[in-house]
């Protein structure tokens, strides 16, 4: 079997804090025979050097696009755009391209121009389709920390990273809300647990819904409470959750809304409400004036605790790169992949080459 070497590149997104391998994970995948070079990046919560002291190769800020054609680039977020034009290597990352999203099609059309492949981490899954790692449950706890900030009037922005201890901090409960209620959609779920956790830790009211409470929704339910934390992300159509007549109704209680999923610009988005995301410098949306209805939607959320989430990620990953080949996981990602380019007409059937 030949060495693996994974490439851990630099994100471009420039509020991207996270990584997929913290240094300590690092250490285990080179003492195991992997070869790691990892990218220098001025954001990465964990400096360089920490890498380098783990045995990790070293390379600049982009190299990535001249790296070894065996390499396997390691990301999270999306790539630059049209930059280049052409993917040679195999790339594992968050490509959010299998549902229509916007530049989706683009995306897998410079793979296929460029003999590459995309491992998406969100199909990155077990026999029965379980996801094997995820930042689901941070994800969730940042979306509802948020938005009981929000709701209290106490969000501030820009938003800046944080550790979990200082954020908890700022969700001690307030006198006055005895009648603040919240409702999580996808409550069993990680991102759902993740809210759930937040909410308790700032003494909210929450009702957890799932599967059962929303197979015939309850809508004057759900428009009667504060605040609503969305943590679905549907694989095949549902009714929406939220319509475009539920923002005008007068008898809504509803003032903030967090949408956790970030589906937006996907035919299976159960919020088709909105039509962008709201990010780091303005954070929060006004949806509806009267009454008033406030969005957030942030598709970063974890980076905003970037140590505390990517260790358990990484933690999650790592077992997974350990045993990286055509087979399992792995293979069902590169499958995924090739169904996607057969959906839009694009021929690519390079196979996942044995490590």
Request: aromatic letters at 6%.
């Amino acid at each position: 079997m030949s060495e693996l070497h994974l490439w851990l590149r630099h994100e471009a997104r420039t509020t991207e804090r996270r990584t997929p391998v913290v240094p300590a994970d690092a250490r285990r995948l080179i003492e195991s025979g992997v070869r790691l070079t990892v990218e220098e990046s001025p954001q990465r919560i964990f400096p360089i050097e920490e890498y380098e002291a783990a045995g990790c190769g070293r390379a600049a800020t982009g190299s990535w696009v001249t790296a070894p054609p065996e390499s396997v680039i390691l990301g999270l977020k999306e790539l630059p755009d049209n930059e280049p034009a052409t993917l040679t290597h195999r790339h594992i990352f968050f490509g959010h391209a299998y549902k229509q999203q916007p530049g989706a099609a683009a995306l897998l059309r410079r793979f296929a121009a460029g003999g590459g492949a995309l491992l998406d981490l969100e199909y990155l899954v077990d026999d029965q389709g379980r996801r094997l790692a995820a930042f689901g449950f941070w994800a969730g706890y940042l979306g509802a920390a948020l938005a009981v900030l929000q709701h209290r009037g106490r969000l501030v922005a820009p938003l800046r990273p944080t550790t979990k201890e200082e954020l908890d901090a700022t969700l001690e409960p307030v006198a006055g809300d005895e009648d603040f209620t919240a409702l999580v959609i996808g409550a069993l779920g990680r991102s759902g647990r993740g809210a759930a956790a937040a909410l308790d830790t700032a003494g909210v009211r929450a009702t957890h819904w799932d599967l059962a409470e929303t197979r015939a929704l309850d809508r004057p339910a759900l428009l009667g409470h504060d605040v609503m934390v969305n943590c679905v992300l549907a694989t095949t159509p549902v009714p929406p959750f939220l319509r475009e007549a539920d923002l005008d109704a007068p008898a809504r209680r509803l003032r903030t809304l967090c949408d956790v999923t970030c589906d937006v610009g996907s035919p299976l988005n159960v919020l088709p409400v909105y039509d962008r995301t709201t990010d780091w410098t303005e954070p929060v949306r006004r949806l509806g004036k009267e009454p008033p209805l406030d969005l957030i939607a942030i598709d970063n959320l974890p980076s905003l605790l970037p140590r505390e989430s990517s260790t358990d990620f990484s933690a999650a990953l790592v077992p997974q790169l350990l045993d990286f080949g055509p087979a399992g996981p792995w293979g069902r990602c590169l499958d995924r992949f090739h169904e996607a380019c057969r959906e839009l007409g694009i021929a690519d059937e390079r196979e996942l080459p044995h490590d």
